[in-house]
């Protein structure tokens, strides 16, 4: 039975449901309507967070939402996380996987590097950078929510990570298409690739493969694209809790430190997730049932939905004033991991190309 207690969270969390209604209707208008796009190319989530920020600054969100504003950020999104596990199918990509898999360990273990040695050059804070690093590597603005509550990140530098990612990851997704063409000279896979592994989004990923394969018929690109940038999402299981432990670890004096002590346990619920979706895969192999794409496309739309309830919400606590104190330098460590992983993701195809085909 629910006491005071819990109501008294249900006003913010209502108000996080409104923007996330509001943000898919103008997602809709703007991608569907305007832009002529069958789906709309641009992420609900974005959108959400640029709402909130709007309604947030230009209004003094009331104390009875914020009780409910700082549930969902904190568990609605790790249920939105969890949800986001059954999307992702590491079957699909045992035919490419062999250089796929390499390919975006090189990119994320290179970016950690640069961005490692920018944190002295520019002073950046420690918190900041991980945010950037984790949504430049492995799956944008979902890494940046997913690893905000383990390192203990703050509003603010969520918002600006969130920011930073969103900004280079449009450029990327409406520059790399024509680039990787020209580059990759119509490749469908290392173009492919190209696209899943430099772009930092799951939306954009698909909105690029999208205008590959309209500009240059080649929907085996979008294919590729898409499937590669699920595989990344899956190195979240292990980009976690390593930010963690590297995190606190530098935070703590304690000796005796132990990973458990913030390993965050959610991760445990996104791999259940996964291991769900592919016995029920396994179970309905040869055999079409919609109860089960029923389901999938279920727990799609509520992974969507808290996920973008929980953008919303962090739009609406954040503080543009105080966005604008921490200076240009965490945008110049965004646009040093956009270039270096596309700039790897090339030299590692060039290498594989040279050596292996």
Known sequence: MLNKKHLVV???????????????GFNNIIGIELLGYSKSPISTAMIAILLGMFFGNLFKVRDSFQKGLDFTREYILKMGIICLGI?????????????????????????????KLLIKKLKIPTRMAYLISI??????????????????????????????????GILSMLVYPYFANIYFNGDPLFTGLFLG???????????????????????????????????RNTFLIIMIPLFAFLYNRGQTK?????????????????????????????????????NWINTIDIIKLFSKIFLTMAMA???????????????????VVGFVAMATVGIICILTIELYTKFFV
Do not use: W
């Open 197 to 231: 592994t430099s772009i930092h989004e799951t939306s954009q990923v698909a909105a690029a493969g999208l205008i590959y394969e309209q500009q240059f018929n080649s929907p085996e690109t979008l294919n590729i694209a898409t499937v590669t940038k699920l595989i």
């Open 254 to 290: 304690e000796k005796n430190y132990s990973i458990l002590s913030i390993f965050p346990y959610f991760v445990l619920g996104f791999v259940g997730m996964i291991i769900f979706r592919n016995i029920g895969d396994q179970i309905y192999l040869n055999s079409s049932s919609e």
């Open 313 to 331: 919400a962090i739009g609406l606590s954040t503080n543009l004033k105080e966005i604008r104190s921490m200076g240009y330098k965490p945008f």
């Open 87 to 115: 999307q992702l199918k590491p079957f699909e990509f045992l035919d490419f996987g062999k250089i796929a898999i390499p390919l975006i360990i090189i990119c994320i273990i290179s970016v950690l590097v640069v961005i």
């Open 135 to 168: 949504g430049s590597t492995v799956c944008g603005t979902t890494a940046i929510m997913a690893t905000a509550p383990v390192i203990k990140a703050n509003k603010n530098e969520i918002s600006y990570a969130i920011a930073n990612i969103t900004l280079f």
């Open 10 to 24: 249900i006003p913010g969390i209502i108000l996080a449901f409104v923007l996330y209604t509001l943000s898919q």
